[in-house]
């Protein structure tokens, strides 16, 4: 940047500026005023840190430019036209504090506002986005400073022309078009908007902008004929109808002519609405849809309308208070020519603008805005004498349920209010969500729960380690966030219940008990968890310990549920009469009798130790009522008989041995050729047994192996036992418990 020392031609800019000011805020601004911001400015320049701007234009003559052009474009308050002279001396040293204490908050807080927004264009933030215009309202605080930034864009456009930076020219012109001009059409400053647009037009397609200026200079004379001969008729016959009236004729900017141009592939000549004529009715306010009615029908009568283009804006006016009746005739010599029609009272309204008839232009409605725009016309139309003084309080809090914050690289994000920075996160991309440990704001270092501000610079930092945990859904507000987290804590806890659920298995495997799923549903309910996922997943990530889950399980299987038929069942409900052949002995009672010839009685087998006729055994009565029949060697029965001993019943074996049962026996010995089918053929000649099945596992020269048979007793059992240990090479042969 250069420096701020004046040249001969800034000074006497200055003031020239100078003077305009003063003439136009004649009795507005005092002598102390002038003497306070000379001294300020003094004090800027004399700090030596003012720069120039990217156009080489110094800064006071860039605020001096600017107070005038908002003179000519409105009736500014003291206030604003201070406000903006001070801002540009800011910058120079001069605080903020230092201008409300000399000039007042109201001052001070259009100055913070015009502050705030230079700060943002120092972001180098793209305004080619929605959110960086929602952003600049939310930095303004007040509208008056909104204003001053529209105008402020219009000294800049007329001052850049023949810039010799054509590419930063033609950014600053798609700029004004983009964001400005329809803020400008919005406030109802449509001569800011018209000259933006053109100059717009101007710096970006010079060509187009000089063909459409020079066809319209050639045929300024004819132009001006014909709008005469359009309205002399008109003239005279509203006068018969003894109406008081205004006839003003205008062409449309050379912008708005280009859009027609490029939407009707059509010529300079043959643009519908080129030329536009507007009457405003002089009436009182009971008179004004009967006149305004009768306006029309003298235009239609004379020349013949195009339906299509009749906007009746009268009988229901326009949501921001638009009150018109449009219509487009077909004039002589065959141009078409739009008509407005509409009385004083509507026309006061739509010059003071604020979004007059900014749908109709094509720029996208906003509910939230359009409401806001409806505030504030109704604050100028209360303020007859000066509206701007209405307006100081009247704070821009339209997006204040919004918050818009930026990354390192200047992209712009938008968020709810109340975001966190784990929002953030989340927003910008689902796995920096999930690894977010915190975040650096405005350069500082944050938590992973801080609320976020409009305008801060927001740096995620993230770790491989870092997982989402249920206590982030209570940090974030977005749905986004929240949703993404809870699909990850899902798939986390379906993970983990994978886990357990193997882990449990497993264990029962070990300690051949049976996972019988309608036993774990009762676990599930009795350790407190909604379903057997979530049961699974505490069990997979140790929440758990297995060991008590086992334990738990072991109460249901021998705790009889109570019923009606089976209330409070106990061992003793089971006593059974001996068999007549065994004969009754005193050791009969409180003993169940099993064996192929016994009914009545509801037990099996247990797996876990597989009993055959003959094993010593014991009875445990299941949940369901069933007894389970356990060798008293079984891997189970001190736990069971320690802990669950009063549901204990003892158990003996009736009649005579005939049923197959099944037993497994575990082998071991050298791995020799052969050495497995003689254990088979010794099986297979064993007319009470049957070979159900062998699993053989070989290492290191030795084999070991589980066979299954099918055998009806003990003594078989033990037969078959020392039949297989004589087998060359087997070393050991056991029963599987």
Known sequence: METTLYTPAERLSVRKSYRLLLRYLDGQISRRDVSSIKALGEKAAQSGTMQRDRFGIHPVNAAMDTAVALCESMSPDRNMVIAVILSAITPGGVTEELIEKEWGTDIGKIVRGLDKVASLYSRGASVESDNFRKLLLTFAEDIRVIIIMIVDRLRLMRAINHHPAEKLVRDIANEANYLYAPLAHRLGLYAVKSELEDMSLKYSNRDIYTRIAHDLNQTKAKRDAYIAEFIAPIKAKLQAEGLRFEIKGRTKSIYSIWNKMKKQHNTVEDIYDLFAIRIVIDCPPEREKPECWLAYSVVTDMYRPNPGRLKDWLSIPKSNGYESLHITVYGPEGRWVEVQIRTRRMDAIAEKGLAAHWKYKGIKSESSLDTWMNNVRDILEAGRNSPMELMRNFKMDIYSREVFVFTPRGDLYKLPQGATLLDFAFHVHTKVGCQCVGGRVNGKHRKINYRLNSGDTVEVLTSPAQEPNRDWLSIVVTSKARNKIRTVLKENENKSADIGKEILQRRFKNRKLELEEAVISKVVTKMGY?????????????????????????????????????????????????????????????????????????????????????????????????????????????????????????????????????????????????????????????????????????????????????????????????????????KNVQRSK
Not at 578 to 602: H, Q, R, Y
Not at 616 to 621: E, K, L, N, Q, S
Not at 706 to 720: E, H, P, Y
């Open 530 to 730: 909604k379903d057997a996922t979530a049961f699974y997943s505490a069990l997979g990530s140790g929440e758990l310990e297995i060991n008590h889950i086992v334990d738990v399980y072991l109460e249901f299987t021998v705790r009889p549920e109570k019923t009606e038929e089976n209330n409070g069942i106990s061992a003793s409900t089971y006593t059974l009469q001996t068999p007549p052949e065994e004969g009754n002995t005193a050791d009969s009672e409180d003993v169940i009798v099993i064996g192929d010839n016994i009914k009545g009685i509801n037990y099996r087998l247990a797996r876990c130790c597989n009993p055959i006729y003959g094993d010593d055994v014991f009875g445990f009565i299941s949940a369901e009522g069933v007894i389970k029949i356990h060798r008293c060697d079984c891997p189970n029965a001190s736990h069971i008989r320690n802990k669950y001993g009063y549901r204990v019943i003892r158990t003996r074996w009736s009649g005579k041995a005939g049923a197959e049962f099944p037993a497994a026996l575990r082998v071991v010995g050298k791995d020799d050729i052969g050495i497995v089918t003689n254990i088979t053929s010794i099986i297979n000649k064993e007319k009470s047994v049957s070979l159900r099945g062998i699993s053989i596992d070989s290492n290191d020269g030795l084999f070991q192996g589980v066979i299954t048979v099918g055998i009806s007793d003990t003594s078989a059992l033990n037969q078959l036992i020392r039949k297989i240990e004589t087998v060359k090479g087997v």
